[in-house]
């Protein structure tokens, strides 16, 4: 089924971005990909590189055929129940060459089991701070003297506590309290500081930040510095802490970290993933590093891959920020094109939900259902990154499948606006409109001005069910809801076009005076009165034929 068809507002499928209901380049509840990572300094464009690795590359979009090879190997991949296994079995995106030791290690390094973050916050809530260590020890332990383990406790340490919960902030103050020379308490403590001051910075330029968060940033990163600090005095062994110094170090703390974190860290561990991972973040030529820098740290990195190689792995993160997969613009195309260049290796998942989001938010579905699925195969958690991709499946002839990826998280959140929407949408593309009828209007009775559960749902009786009456009716519900949006007034032109109803003149006149600002919606004031001038048109030419 045409996702054009399905999922735009108007049936025009026109390109209009309305302020109240949220409605982007199509009507699916796109965003755009993660917010570039604040810092202390106003994010600015890559210079020229000593090494311009894209350069007079040219790259190829997938073809709809590949793609549709590509789902059915990953949906057969996906119905297989041991988390690594399933990875391993993952197709590679299509006319990549990906190295199997990278994806088997990528895949061992995300699917490994560990505690849960609600188990340690339950040790640290029933004061089980020995058993706590003790774990830890053993993770230390596995970490020092097994190969398919280098990693884990990084990752580990990264999930559990690089989150800003405040909650958890007393929770390990007690843990420090209750073992003062626990090298584990003070490195989660440190990360857990550092994930605050994250926070407190929060997404914006500085510019456009408040004093007051810089503020509280510094004083949060400090105090992360100093439990960082400390723990590698208790212990040099604890690789998460040189990782999280460095990464502090974009944050205010200092080039002095990134150095110690560089000498004393890759001392301890040369083909440590999570430090020459921290290592490239601050090489980006947004904290003043340079494309260069990113490369020849992907270079040293490379040369221990040996050893470790999740290390193949930082190469592409310089060719993704020298692609700017993070931009939101979509007005140079070609740079999808490379997107195959910056991916014939393999990459980490956020990285591939980056270039996932992108190319959705500029209709190239063949990357975005790819690159999503290939997010999913590293870290199948993401909800979010899950219902985004069942959307684009419907693109593809698998709605039978998209409405069961929407169903498991429906079933999980039964009062998610989001999940019901994803749900009904998979069922109207499947023709079931009862079914998508009653989830959209589920959706409404938990949120009775969502714009995307309205946009559905109009123009689901517009295109679908011919059904004028009930999206009139919602079609001013929307105008009610939204008055200065010119969202309604669009549905309301729609339906007097196609059904037809009088009033047209009426719509259009009104749409001119308060909505013609821009050239998206003055288009769609030309094609309003271009229907108008063809209903007189008809109504005259009715009326010369009609009996005395």
């Given at each position: 089924?045409?996702?054009?068809?399905?999922?735009?507002?108007?049936?025009?499928?026109?390109?209009?971005?309305?302020?109240?209901?949220?409605?982007?380049?199509?009507?699916?509840?796109?965003?755009?990909?993660?917010?570039?990572?604040?810092?202390?300094?106003?994010?600015?464009?890559?210079?020229?590189?000593?090494?311009?690795?894209?350069?007079?590359?040219?790259?190829?979009?997938f073809d709809r055929k590949s793609v549709y090879i590509f789902l059915a190997a990953a949906k057969k991949a996906e119905a297989i129940a041991d988390p690594l296994q399933r990875c391993l079995a993952y197709p590679d995106p299509p006319g990549s060459h990906w190295s199997p030791a990278t994806v088997q290690a990528y895949c061992r390094y995300r699917t490994y089991p560990v505690m849960s973050y609600e188990e340690v916050r339950g040790l640290l809530q029933q004061g089980q701070y020995a058993e706590l260590d003790r774990r830890l020890a053993a993770m230390l332990q596995d970490k020092l003297t097994k190969p398919d383990q280098l990693g884990v406790m990084d990752r580990a340490y990264d999930t559990w506590f690089d989150r800003g919960d405040l909650e958890l902030r007393p929770l390990l103050e007690n843990w420090k309290r209750a073992m003062p020379n626990s090298a584990f308490a003070y490195t989660a403590s440190g990360i857990s500081y550092f994930g605050m001051g994250k926070q407190a910075r929060g997404g914006k330029y500085i510019r456009d930040t408040p004093d007051s968060n810089i503020e509280a940033m510094h004083r949060?990163?400090?105090?992360?510095?100093?439990?960082?600090?400390?723990?590698?005095?208790?212990?040099?062994?604890?690789?998460?802490?040189?990782?999280?110094?460095?990464?502090?170090?974009?944050?205010?703390?200092?080039?002095?970290?990134?150095?110690?974190?560089?000498?004393?860290?890759?001392?301890?561990?040369?083909?440590?993933?999570?430090?020459?991972?921290?290592?490239?973040?601050?090489?980006?030529?947004?904290?003043?590093?340079?494309?260069?820098?990113?490369?020849?740290?992907?270079?040293?990195?490379?040369?221990?891959?040996?050893?470790?190689?999740?290390?193949?792995?930082?190469?592409?993160?310089?060719?993704?920020?020298?692609?700017?997969?993070?931009?939101?613009?979509?007005?140079?195309?070609?740079?999808?094109?490379?997107?195959?260049?910056?991916?014939?290796?393999a990459a980490v998942s956020q990285q591939l939900l980056t270039a996932g989001y992108q190319a959705e938010s500029c209709m190239h579905l063949e990357l975005s259902t790819v690159y999503f699925s290939e997010a999913l195969r590293f870290y199948p958690e993401d909800d979010d990154v899950r219902i985004h991709r069942a959307y684009n499946l419907n693109e593809f002839d698998e709605s039978a499948w998209a409405t069961s990826e929407a169903n498991l998280l429906v079933g999980k959140q039964p009062r998610n606006v989001r999940y019901l929407v994803a749900r009904a949408y998979g069922y109207q593309s499947q023709n079931d409109y009862a079914r998508a009828e009653m989830d959209y209007q589920s959706a409404l009775a938990l949120a009775p001005t969502d714009g995307e559960a309205m946009m559905k749902l109009v123009a689901m009786y517009m295109n679908d069910t011919q059904e004028w009456d009930k999206a009139w009716s919602l079609a001013d519900r929307a105008m009610q809801a939204f008055p200065g949006d010119p969202y309604g007034w669009l549905l309301r032109a729609q339906i007097q076009e196609r059904q037809p109803r009088k009033g047209l003149k009426e719509t259009a006149d009104y749409f001119q005076a308060h909505f013609d600002t821009n050239p998206d919606t003055h288009r769609e004031l030309l094609r309003m009165r271009a229907a108008q001038a063809l209903e007189e048109g008809r109504a005259k030419a009715t009326a010369k034929v009609a009996p005395e």
């Open positions: 089924m045409n996702l054009l068809k399905r999922g735009w507002l108007v049936a025009a499928a026109s390109v209009v971005v309305f302020v109240g209901l949220g409605l982007g380049l199509i009507a699916i509840g796109l965003r755009a990909g993660p917010p570039k990572v604040p810092g202390t300094q106003d994010a600015t464009a890559a210079g020229p590189a000593d090494d311009e690795q894209l350069k007079g590359a040219k790259g190829q979009l949060l990163v400090e105090r992360a510095g100093e439990d960082l600090q400390h723990a590698i005095a208790l212990d040099p062994r604890l690789t998460p802490a040189y990782a999280a110094l460095i990464d502090a170090s974009g944050y205010g703390l200092g080039d002095a970290a990134v150095v110690r974190g560089r000498t004393e860290g890759l001392r301890v561990d040369p083909a440590n993933f999570a430090i020459y991972n921290s290592l490239m973040f601050v090489s980006q030529p947004k904290w003043g590093g340079s494309l260069s820098a990113m490369t020849r740290t992907a270079r040293e990195a490379a040369t221990h891959a040996a050893q470790n190689p999740l290390l193949l792995l930082l190469r592409e993160k310089e060719l993704a920020y020298e692609d700017n997969i993070d931009d939101d613009g979509c007005d140079v195309p070609q740079r999808f094109a490379l997107y195959s260049v910056v991916f014939d290796q």
